[in-house]
């Protein structure tokens, strides 16, 4: 009686670089997760002898909208490539050295606008509790080599969807 159960939850580790300032002028490769995976942005067709082509569903299409609305909400912001995947979103942001607010809202503040303002969007389409993961993935990009090997993996996603670490049929 009154005994502490033990908590056997994985712990979160913190995604983030410590001590890096993400609102600093540079390249940064994201990733967003819908939540629990599900494919619901966009299908992949044509893989095989036809070249793969994607098909954004509503959400994808509203998800493709407020990504590309983020550099007019944020002048030194630069969407460099993206892919909009069944269940997940690459993309390079792309930072400039211009002046900006200040403080100027890092990566994170930019990621988490853009979920936030893609859920409401999608919430007209039709209602979703909850359409991303809480957490992103994301890289400071290191020189221009790491760039190309990011951008190309962007580019050639779709091709190589049923390889993918984050591929699903649901």
């Not at 994301?138 to 050639?156: K, L, S, T």
């Given at each position: 009686m009154g005994e502490k159960m033990e908590n056997n939850l994985p712990q979160r580790k913190h995604p983030r670089l410590d001590a890096y300032d993400y609102s600093t002028a540079g390249a940064y490769f994201i990733t967003i997760c819908t939540q629990n995976r599900r494919c619901l942005l966009s299908s992949i067709v044509g893989r095989g002898l036809a070249p793969a082509e994607i098909r954004l569903t509503p959400y994808g299409i509203v998800a493709r909208e407020q990504l590309l609305l983020l550099e007019k909400r944020y002048p030194y912001l630069k969407i460099d490539q993206y892919v909009i995947m069944p269940n997940h979103i690459h993309a390079i942001f792309q930072l400039a050295e211009t002046a900006g607010a200040s403080p100027r809202p890092t990566v994170t503040d930019i990621v988490c606008a853009y979920k936030s303002l893609t859920t409401r969007a999608c919430k007209e389409i039709a209602p979703i509790q909850k359409l991303?993961?809480?957490?992103?993935?994301?890289?400071?990009?290191?020189?221009?080599?790491?760039?190309?090997?990011?951008?190309?993996?962007?580019?050639?996603?779709?091709?190589?969807?049923?390889?993918?670490?984050?591929?699903?049929?649901?």
């Open positions: 991303f993961q809480t957490s992103f993935y994301d890289h400071v990009i290191r020189g221009q080599a790491d760039y190309n090997e990011i951008a190309e993996y962007i580019i050639n996603n779709p091709k190589q969807w049923e390889l993918d670490k984050l591929y699903s049929t649901e």
